[in-house]
């Protein structure tokens, strides 16, 4: 079985200042990690994923994620927070192997101040 | 590339009418789709996986017959909700996997709204 834990359900950054969102998850085989940005009324858009390889994952929009598996963490950050970046951001996880259905965490909401 | 269209935005109906939903991928075949739906502040719950040619498979207490769903090509598949009722209004979202791969892209998504 799987499942995704997002710590905090609200986030709120100053523009410029760091990002962290968290992400942990339960899998009882290799997972397939993912990071999605969804905009008011709109559908999500893929961030970055981790399949293999590579723990360091790079995204759009300067975003980023590290696999740790010790940690079964795959939180996400991005350097420098920017106005466009508030938004809702839900992470996934399934199993390897194609068309796998996703689990997914509720969802932080970022909010960037000026 | 990847490219998911879902039309209509938005409809509003009456009770009891039937409203059909189409997702299309633009670019790419997708012998997968899924489709999600979405309450307000919450996170997406998997309502069905489509597969192309193929009966959906439906999630647990999804009613089969009340959320119609028909992957009849590579390129689209449809959700009808049949006699909806307001306890039906809801964000509803799809996407479609591209074969051999484990990526989701996801449509714009369309706000039901039941009168």
């Known amino acids: 079985a799987q499942s995704v834990t997002q710590l905090g359900s609200h986030v709120s950054v100053s523009e410029g200042a760091l990002v962290l969102l968290r992400c942990n998850y339960s899998?009882?085989?290799?997972?397939?990690l993912f990071w999605y940005v969804q905009y008011p009324n709109q559908g999500l858009q893929l961030l970055l994923k981790?399949?293999?390889?590579a723990t360091l994952v790079k995204g759009i929009n300067g975003f980023e994620a590290e696999f740790k598996k010790s940690e079964t963490s795959f939180h996400l950050t991005k350097r420098s927070a920017h106005m466009s970046d508030a938004a809702e951001y839900f992470c996934a996880v399934s199993g390897a192997g194609n068309n796998r259905k996703l689990i997914w965490g509720l969802g932080t909401s970022l909010a960037v101040n000026p | 590339g990847a490219v998911v269209s879902q039309h209509p935005s938005w409809v509003i109906c009456k009770s009891g009418t039937s409203v059909k939903i189409e997702c299309r991928s633009l670019?790419?075949?997708?012998?997968?789709m899924f489709w999600y739906r979405q309450f307000p502040k919450q996170s997406l719950m998997l309502m069905a996986t489509?597969?192309?040619?193929?009966?959906?498979?439906?999630e647990q207490g999804v009613e089969k017959d009340k959320f119609l769903i028909n992957h009849a090509s590579l390129t689209l598949s449809t959700l009808t909700v049949t006699s909806a009722h307001p306890e039906d209004s809801s964000f509803y979202i799809c996407s479609a996997s591209i074969p051999n791969k484990n990526i989701q892209y996801f449509g714009a998504g369309t706000r039901l709204s039941v009168l």
């Open positions: 899998s009882s085989v290799p997972p397939y």
């Open positions: 981790y399949t293999t390889g």
């Open positions: 489509s597969n192309e040619g193929s009966k959906a498979t439906y």
């Open positions: 670019d790419f075949q997708a012998t997968t």
